[in-house]
């Protein structure tokens, strides 16, 4: 009986383990299912890893240079705007690509938070950048690329065709601008069809232009003789301009030029007379061309104002003439339009104002004879700087050629004050009879007689000039002290005692030695203060003061 019993026991046992590994199976299996799932949630995390971190970071941290020449070519536009022309963007070392392009002229704009650039030169869009080699930051070292362009566009990376264009209009950009002159067309048709443009189209532009300057440079190589007939020696110079503004001097006054095949247009001076016109150069030539004869212009009638019309006369300014040319002195407080008023001794000659504005264009202007009416505008702005203006009468000659005569205005500019203050012992100001002007010479005080003492304090008009009193450079608080000891007490008449004390006020650019003077004549000193004897009586006693600012001028010490 228990044998049975033990036997029935060892099946069961038998039994249960023989189900113990399928047991075991399925709990691995849970734990293997529960694995797969909880592995999903790092792969899907390894994936946004590698498409926004790890490509920011492999570009930022690149520095495999291939570009030593200290630039690389850039240009950016929108979508339908060229917002900048190839160009070549300087760099220096250890510069990244956005270092190098804050650096340059041009404007970049940020949204500050993930430094995107958001608008270029001032425009907003949705730019791109690309790059050649392909792919760099640019955050990355500027070294590192060649070519870099901004666009709107889902690729922005220049295909091998404008990769030439960018590079041959940057470097147009750099030559002398006789060379750009020769390739403009070329470049221009380049620049129009920028936006856009085909690779093959890109190669076939910058090929243009690439031709176009190479055959303006080798045909500078050879050159022929040109003669000007009757035109050495020192008194006479020689010059010409080709088509594309390239100039040639005859430095040696010989009366000959060596030019390349062209057109120009020669120049032969002497004194205030001269002779030009248009020539082809293909071989050695000579031109026979005359000068004119005799003065033209009445110098003596020359008159120069800054008003018009019925306002001319009052505004009219002092000039010196020597060798044919007026050196006019206008304050340096002066902006506006000068008036020149002149006769001819000659008739059919047609007369323009030849000068550079003071934005730097070039001008040519009509200027009729006798009239007051018609200005040389924007020559002169307020300041130190001067300029000169050629008055000039031209007519064509029997040979064909253009003969003309100048009459030049140099315009020096006259020191002026910019204010005047005058205040008694006490700081007390004293008020002038007459309102201040940069261009007026002489005020009125009237003090009390018992004033003893006066402070002067004048600046000039002009920055960075000073002024003196009898030589002396002013106090530090930037004025001069004068004593006053005029007479007083007379009854029933008012006696003048002048005073031998005078007071000179020079103003002076600190980057010359000599000063321009503003200042009483050596030959005709006058006080700088009058007093007037106080009368007895009823009325207030009290010392009228003349505080007179006279100028002298010295044409070699102008400020230009």
Not at 7 to 31: F, G, Y
Not at 48 to 69: F, G, H, L, R, Y
Not at 130 to 135: A, H, R
Not at 301 to 320: K, M, P, V
Request: glycine letters at 6%; one cysteine or more; charged letters at 15%.
């Amino acid at each position: 009986m228990k044998l049975k019993r033990m036997t029935a026991a060892l099946l069961l046992l038998a039994m249960l383990l023989s189900c113990l590994p399928l047991s075991v199976l399925a709990v691995d299996a849970e734990p293997v299912e529960a694995e797969e799932t909880v592995d999903t949630v790092p792969a899907e995390n390894t994936d946004a890893e590698v498409t926004t971190e790890e490509p920011v970071e492999e570009a930022a941290i690149s520095t495999q240079a291939v570009n030593a020449s200290g630039y690389f070519y850039f240009s950016a536009e929108t979508a339908n705007k060229l917002l900048i022309a190839p160009t070549r963007i300087a760099f220096t070392n250890g510069q990244t690509i956005r270092q190098a392009l804050y650096a340059s002229q041009y404007s970049f704009t940020t949204n500050g938070s993930n430094q995107f650039i958001t608008a270029i030169e001032g425009v907003n869009g949705n730019y791109t950048y690309g790059s050649t080699p392909d792919g760099v930051s640019i955050d990355s070292a500027a070294n590192t690329v060649t070519h870099f362009r901004f666009s709107e566009a889902s690729n922005s990376a220049p295909s091998s065709g404008l990769q030439t264009l960018m590079k041959v209009m940057a470097d147009y950009l750099e030559e002398d601008a006789d060379i750009q002159n020769a390739a403009a067309e070329e470049y221009q048709t380049a620049l129009n069809g920028y936006l856009n443009v085909t690779s093959e189209t890109a190669q076939s532009n910058a090929a243009a232009i690439t031709a176009k300057i190479n055959a303006y440079k080798a045909g500078q190589n050879t050159k022929y003789t040109v003669t000007f007939s009757g035109y050495s020696g020192s008194s006479y110079t020689v010059s010409a301009t080709n088509d594309y503004g390239k100039q040639f001097a005859d430095a040696n006054h010989t009366g000959t030029l060596q030019l390349p095949a062209g057109g120009y247009t020669f120049y032969v001076r002497q004194d205030n007379r001269m002779v030009s016109g248009k020539i082809t150069v293909s071989e050695a030539m000579t031109v026979r061309a005359s000068l004119p004869t005799g003065d033209w212009f009445e110098e003596n009638s020359l008159q120069i104002s800054s008003g018009y019309d019925a306002e001319f006369d009052a505004n009219r300014y002092a000039y010196t003439l020597t060798d044919h040319t007026a050196t006019v002195q206008v304050p340096d407080s002066f902006t506006g339009r000068l008036y020149p008023y002149f006769k001819l001794n000659t008739t059919g000659a047609a007369i323009k104002a030849v000068y550079t504005d003071i934005s730097g264009a070039a001008r040519d202007k009509d200027i009729p004879a006798e009239s007051k009416a018609t200005s040389i505008d924007n020559a002169l702005s307020r300041g130190a700087a001067g300029n000169t203006v050629a008055l000039r009468a031209s007519r064509t000659g029997s040979d064909g050629y253009t003969q003309s005569v100048d009459l030049t205005l140099q315009l020096d500019r006259m020191p002026t004050l910019g204010s005047l203050r005058v205040t008694n012992a006490a700081d007390t100001a004293q008020a002038a009879t007459e309102s201040f002007s940069s261009t007026k010479t002489e005020y009125t005080y009237k003090i009390l007689d018992s004033e003893k003492v006066l402070k002067i304090y004048p600046t000039a008009t002009v920055s960075g000039s000073s002024i003196t009193v009898n030589g002396n450079a002013l106090d530090a608080d930037g004025s001069v002290t004068v004593t006053v000891s005029g007479s007083t007490g007379v009854s029933g008449s008012a006696m003048i005692e002048q005073v031998s004390r005078s007071v000179s006020m020079a103003a002076c650019a600190a980057s010359t030695a000599s000063a321009l003077e503003i200042c009483c004549a050596s030959s005709a000193i006058l006080p700088i203060f009058e007093y007037f004897g106080s009368v007895s009586g009823p009325m207030p006693s009290y010392l009228q003061v003349r505080v007179a600012v006279p100028v002298t001028f010295t044409p070699s010490m102008v400020i230009q």
